[in-house]
């Protein structure tokens, strides 16, 4: 198997993937894509559970995004994840979503119905839950949540359910602050209007923000790169703050090693990944995923690297 296929490639998937041992009928669909850990964790579970196919990565360049999705009912897929920058554009292009990606207004997962038809779906919110419970020990329900790029694809998944897991209070942060008005209006359809604030990024904002917030969640992508700084300030942050960093390609991230200089708990995106991947298998298999299996290879990948 390729590290990593492009759009050409899919367009010509059947001479591309002829001398595979396994039909790679899954796949992570995004731009870039060759840091993703999904492979190594999807193939485990899927040879524990006899699955004769495999999961590989797809470059897709956004012009591209439409047209790939189409593609893949007949390449013979039976499901795909997208990540950064298509869980929008995989809502648009999807022919029927569940009640999960509607209001969070993106899709990080397809299932191909055997009717070929785009099935979309968002797990960024379940696998977030489950991960700030097993990582941080703490019920969102609990929370005054901060979240950082609250408008990208991610932030609205998160900032939506969110409110519907009715957490304490939900400060939405973003760099293009004119994206949070439509996102305001969506969630105050679910949450009370008056438990909501935004603010631009900055840090008067962010330290007004984080003194009535309990659990802060980066869901922007500043800190996928070393050189990255830390979303917030280290002088910002007080030891009483938990922070949850969805990016997980570093054991510790830009805005993991700021909460480490203020003595705060934090976690990176490893463990939302994983129970993203869990949903994401049930969504396509409609049985229970093996996450023991799952979990151990995950975290074996990450160790590798």
Not at 267 to 293: C, D, K, S
Request: charged share 20%.
């Amino acid at each position: 198997m390729k590290p990593v296929y492009t759009f050409a490639d899919l367009q010509s998937w059947e001479t591309v993937t002829a001398d595979e041992p396994l039909r790679l009928r899954l796949a992570v669909l995004g731009d870039p894509i060759a840091h993703s850990a999904s492979p190594p964790m999807h193939n485990a579970a899927l040879q524990a559970c006899g699955l004769k196919m495999a999961y590989c990565r797809l470059h897709i360049r956004p012009e591209e995004l439409a047209e790939a999705l189409h593609l893949l009912p007949s390449k013979g897929f039976v499901g795909v994840n997208c990540t950064i920058p298509h869980k929008a554009g995989a809502l648009a292009a999807s022919d029927e979503v569940d009640d999960h990606a509607r209001l969070a207004g993106s899709v990080n997962t397809i299932r191909i119905s055997p009717e070929g038809k785009l099935q979309g779906f968002s797990t960024d919110g379940l696998g977030l839950e489950r991960a700030i419970g097993e990582q941080l020990g703490v019920e969102l329900s609990t929370m005054r949540v901060l979240i950082l790029g609250a408008g990208g694809g991610a932030g609205q998944a998160v900032s939506m359910h969110c409110a519907n897991a009715d957490v304490k209070h939900l400060t939405l942060i973003n760099r293009s602050i004119e994206k949070l008005d439509p996102l305001e209006d969506a969630i105050a359809e679910v949450y009370p209007r008056e438990q909501i604030s935004t603010g631009a990024w900055d840090d008067a904002s962010l330290a007004k923000a984080l003194d009535h917030s309990d659990l802060v969640i980066n869901c922007s992508s500043l800190g996928m790169k070393p050189e990255d700084p830390s979303p917030i300030p280290a002088a910002l942050i007080e030891k009483r703050h938990l922070l949850f960093d969805t990016i997980y390609v570093s054991d510790r991230t830009p805005l993991m090693l700021a909460a480490d200089k203020a003595g705060a708990r934090s976690a990176n995106g490893l463990t939302m990944l994983l129970y993203q991947g869990e949903v994401a298998f049930e969504i396509w298999f409609q049985r229970p995923a093996p996450i023991e299996v799952m979990r151990e290879a995950l975290f074996a990948h990450m160790r590798a690297k």
